[in-house]
């Protein structure tokens, strides 16, 4: 039997933004973290887990500082001796933003080392969350041991949210990245791909190919698509959303993840697809209005309530 929990598994790096001159800001970020913030501070009193592997080095104390502060625990994930975090630094131009990262031997990657505390960390959570970016930080045997935990989560009752988040140069190849992904559908109720990715790695010609080829394994998909509407599938019945503009962009870090742990909040809370995704349009609105990839808590509440 599923718990009240909400669990998200990958990487949060250090990330280095809001460059002014020779001065960097520097906090935590990485995908499913992204997600994992914005799905705590919309999910009420749930217990949040960030199912990682830690470095004992002082950025590494840190983080989990961090994590703690903000009422987010680590369970039974692993502490790497002699590792740490990876790194990325965000450069704007305007508000479309690009990445340079440092992330090779980043403690992450270990991750699935231990298969039981792996297990453990998944067991009676309501919703467990992962993605393509968690899947390519981990080598052949680590991938198997993560999808297998997934799996048996899922089989005990958690509902399983998938992004397939596809970044070219962390995979030796596109085929690879295909085979993993689909491995990773098999064991996922909601999946949350963004098109252009899809498209660049299946060749989709739209959305709606995307939902069609995604729809072979999962029942529930929301397609995003930037500005353009999201497309929202359930059931064999398909609905566009359209997105919120907003002018002035101030840096479009962490819309999608911060869209996802919107959707994924209303979701748990009971509401459907569409005004989940509807709520979600909102949360990514107002965090493209801040610097860096973590909103305030606050301000990702206000938008989701509306």
Not at 188 to 210: N, S, Y
Request: charged share 20%; proline share 5%; with cysteine.
């Amino acid at each position: 039997m599923a718990g009240n929990g909400v669990a998200s598994i990958g990487e949060c790096m250090l990330e280095l933004s809001g460059q002014t001159g020779p001065n960097w800001r520097m906090g935590f970020a990485g995908d499913t973290f992204n997600t994992l913030w914005a799905l705590h501070a919309l999910s009420g009193d749930r217990p949040a887990t960030y199912v990682s592997a830690f470095g004992d080095d002082p950025f590494s104390h840190n983080q989990i500082g961090f994590f703690a502060e903000n009422g987010i625990g680590i369970g039974s994930s692993p502490l790497i001796a002699g590792a740490r975090p990876g790194l990325y630094a965000i450069t704007l131009t305007g508000a479309e933003r690009s990445f340079t990262y440092w992330r090779g031997d980043a403690a992450a990657r270990q991750l699935a080392s231990d298969p039981s505390a792996l297990s453990k960390n998944l067991e009676n959570q309501a919703l467990v969350y992962f993605s393509g970016i968690t899947l390519a930080i981990l080598d052949d045997a680590a991938r198997k041991t993560l999808l297998a935990a997934v799996a048996e989560a899922r089989g005990a009752g958690s509902l399983i949210a998938f992004d397939p988040n596809y970044r070219p140069r962390l995979w030796r190849n596109g085929e690879d990245a295909q085979a993993a992904i689909v491995e990773a559908l098999a064991v996922t109720d909601i999946a949350l791909p963004t098109f252009p990715d899809e498209q660049i790695l299946f060749g989709d010609k739209t959305p709606r190919a995307t939902a069609k080829r995604l729809g072979q394994w999962v029942g529930e998909i929301i397609v995003k698509n930037g500005e353009q509407p999201a497309l929202i599938c359930e059931n064999g019945m398909q609905h566009d959303m359209p997105a919120i503009h907003v002018a002035a962009p101030v840096d479009t870090t962490g819309a999608g993840d911060s869209f996802n742990g919107g959707y994924l909040a209303a979701r748990l809370a009971g509401h459907g697809p569409r005004e989940a995704a509807r709520r979600a349009h909102r949360v990514a609105a107002a965090v493209v209005q801040v610097r860096g990839a973590l909103a305030p808590f606050q301000t990702l509440r206000a938008a989701f309530d509306g």
